[in-house]
């Protein structure tokens, strides 16, 4: 793969926050912390469309917290049709929850920003993959 070079001007603060993010990600250079931004954000967009994917939401949240396990059942039998499987596991206080889903992947995008903006959820992700 050919490489080209630019040069990029940017604040002082920007730069700041990408050198440290670089640093935090174990990026060896600043070149390689851009192109996986570039990347990510490429991927990101391309889910976007209606491409049929399979994937998993990840949720951590508080275990003692039953009105927020009440608003994360009621989200998913509300999505019954996307979701394939999901199963928590309890780590001390905590539970993680993994939701294996299915469907389009703007459809996935939408009900996984749903269930991670729940008041009470401490991290949260949604990982895809082409299936068609």
């Known amino acids: 793969m050919t490489v ?3 040069g990029v001007s940017l604040e002082k603060e920007l730069l700041d926050a990408l050198d440290n993010y670089a640093k ?3 990026f060896s250079n600043r070149s390689q912390a851009i192109r ?3 990347e990510k954000n490429l991927v990101e ?3 976007m469309c209606d491409n049929i994917v399979a994937g998993a939401v990840t949720l951590v949240y508080p275990e003692d917290k039953t009105d927020l396990r009440n608003r994360l059942q ?3 039998t509300e999505n019954k049709k ?3 499987s999901s199963q928590i596991f309890y780590m001390e206080d905590k539970c993680l929850e993994i939701i294996a889903v299915k469907g389009p992947s703007f459809k996935l995008t939408k009900l996984s920003d749903k269930l991670i903006s729940v008041k009470g959820i401490q991290h949260g992700k ?3 993959s082409k299936v068609k």
């Open 74 to 76: 009621e989200i998913q």
């Open 36 to 38: 996986f931004l570039i």
């Open 45 to 47: 967009v391309k889910w």
């Open 24 to 26: 935090d990600n174990s």
């Open 82 to 84: 996307y979701i394939l």
């Open 126 to 128: 949604l990982i895809m």
């Open 4 to 6: 080209s070079r630019f």
